[in-house]
Nanobody, 126 residues
Framework: QVQLVESGGGLVQPGGSLRLSCAAS????????LGWFRQAPGKEREFVAA???????????DYAAAVQDRFTVSRDNVKNTLDLQMRGLRPEDTAVYFC????????????????WGQGTQVTVSA
């Protein structure tokens, strides 16, 4: 049974940093697209970042425009983990952040993702 478990959320001041982690179990995720999504109160879930397998040991990282140059996504296929390093956080980054896994390569659409974590809250406030 596939499980994705996020950790690392919390309260941070504007301009601060936070690192989210996602531990995957119950499968082999080497060729999966692993991504982060977020959902703020009253808003739809939106794509944040993903890292996709291209070939051999080559992966491609993709980011939403709103987080480009502030967030960095990475994965460790040995540990089966996915991380999201967030810097320069803004109040508008406040949301529940979800880790997800997709068999489809390089997708940003939440409907393409097969497995989801339960989410971790990130609050950016002074």
């Amino acid at each position: 049974q596939v499980q994705l478990v996020e950790s690392g959320g919390g309260l941070v001041q504007p301009g601060g940093s936070l690192r989210l982690s996602c531990a995957a179990s119950g499968g082999t995720f080497t060729t999966y697209t692993l991504g982060w999504f977020r959902q703020a109160p009253g808003k739809e879930r939106e794509f944040v970042a993903a890292i996709s397998w291209i070939a051999d040991t080559t992966y491609y990282a993709d980011y939403a425009a709103a987080v480009q140059d502030r967030f960095t996504v990475s994965r460790d296929n040995v540990k089966n983990t996915l991380d999201l390093q967030m810097r320069g956080l803004r109040p508008e980054d406040t949301a529940v952040y979800f880790c997800a896994a997709a068999r489809l390569r390089g997708t940003e659409r939440s409907s393409d993702y097969d497995y989801w974590g339960q989410g971790t809250q990130v609050t950016v406030s002074a």
